[in-house]
């Protein structure tokens, strides 16, 4: 009757261990104030454009009526994803872009599209949702240890997969690859057939000179790779929900172009983006939403080069911090995962997230966001130091 391969499944998704781990505290010690720099959930308010966007669609919508839109997205969005694109010199077309509410939902649901018994490749740490769901539809998982490779793991001779999950800037580990280790990819998947499927949702966190942003940088990669991307953290929009997924028309498999695929799924099981949605989401990509959410990024960003200072002066090896969001620390003390996310909300009030949490190489690693209020950072940054003296 049920399907069983959910009985596979850890009982508690990782964030929800997590949040019962601190209610269980916060209601030991009701007097004790927590710093949550856990769960990647922003912080900041939406950009005046965007305000401005949704509230002018709104009155729209109350003068003409907008009904279900384009199950692939309104054009205005589309185009405006391809212009986003173009002004980093990075050709994608219009009619390859797919808005959906949100990377994760199309990273889970993209796999409708692709036989159950392919041979999936997924580097660990990793993101809880890409083993998940494919142990959902009993697909077998392999995983390609990363703690070794600075948590940029390259194909070798003999990796062999149907569908590999690659995220750059890395959730977890904030580890970024470079255009040549990301062309690396690119060549094994084209020479053995593989589908490389790409979370770029924290691309916008991408400063340094001639770091990727897309893997659509790379020459082949329309044959080879479908890229995943978010307004979440870009523009504050994990409570608007928006998203979209890029899959070029030249990606065929077994005679089929899998954007047909993808859209004939989104047609039967998504009605689409609400239009007021959508219209934020454009306006986030105009010259001057893309000014406003870029201090926001840089807010962030302000926040990382706090974490790594501390972690610098503690003597606490990491990676992260820069291109990213995420600071991923090695845990102090010979600690495990769980031990120091103990550690540290009893004795500092301060929640992470454990890496092991990320698969059996995050064992021994911990993940700090920088997406909390600079106050917050910095009095974290404080209860930090003055744990390790």
């Not at 007097?31 to 305000?51: A, F, M, N, Q, Y």
Request: proline fraction near 5%; charged fraction near 25%; hydrophobic fraction near 35%.
């Amino acid at each position: 009757m049920i399907n069983r391969h959910y009985l596979e499944l850890k009982d508690d998704y990782l964030f929800a261990e997590i949040d019962r781990r601190v209610q269980a505290f916060q209601e030991a010690h009701p007097e004790r104030k927590l710093i949550r720099l856990g769960i990647g959930d922003v912080t900041r308010p939406l950009c005046p454009c965007v305000v401005d966007a949704l509230r002018d669609a709104a009155q729209e919508m109350g003068e003409q009526v907008r009904g279900y839109g384009p199950y692939q997205g309104y054009a205005f969005l589309r185009e405006a994803v391809a212009a986003y694109y173009a002004s980093r010199g990075t050709h994608v077309e219009a009619g390859d872009v797919f808005v959906s509410d949100g990377a994760k939902s199309d990273l889970g649901n993209i796999l409708d599209i692709f036989d159950t018994d392919l041979r999936v490749l997924i580097p660990d740490p990793v993101y809880p949702v890409y083993v998940d769901t494919n142990r959902m539809a009993g697909r077998p998982v392999s995983f390609l240890p990363a703690a070794d490779t600075g948590f940029l793991p390259l194909p070798e001779a003999g990796t062999r997969a149907d569908i590999v999950y690659l995220c750059s800037p890395n959730n977890p580990t904030g580890a970024v690859y470079s255009l040549p280790q990301l062309t690396q990819w690119v060549e094994w998947a084209r020479a053995c057939g593989a589908v490389i499927l790409f979370d770029a949702a924290y691309e916008a966190f991408v400063c340094e000179e001639g770091m990727p942003r897309s893997i659509f940088e790379v020459p082949g990669a329309e044959e080879c790779a479908i890229e995943f991307c978010s307004f979440s953290k870009t523009a504050g929009f994990t409570g608007l929900r928006c998203g979209y997924t890029v899959i070029p028309s030249a990606l065929e498999r077994d005679g089929q172009k899998l954007g047909r695929l993808w859209l004939r799924r989104q047609s039967t099981k998504y009605n689409g983006t609400s239009y007021v949605v959508q219209r934020a989401a454009a306006a986030v990509l105009s010259e001057e939403g893309r000014r406003q959410t870029r201090e926001a990024v840089d807010y962030y960003r302000e926040n990382a080069r706090v974490l790594s200072e501390t972690l610098e002066t503690l003597g606490i090896a990491y990676t992260g911090g820069k291109n990213s969001p995420y600071v991923w620390l090695r845990c102090p003390g010979g600690m495990t995962s769980w031990e120091y996310f103990d550690f540290l909300l009893e004795r500092a009030g301060v929640v992470g997230t454990p890496g092991a949490g990320f698969g059996q190489s995050g064992e021994g690693c911990f993940r700090l966001t920088a997406f909390g209020r600079h106050e917050d950072t910095h009095e974290a940054s404080r209860r930090l130091l003055e744990l390790g003296r």
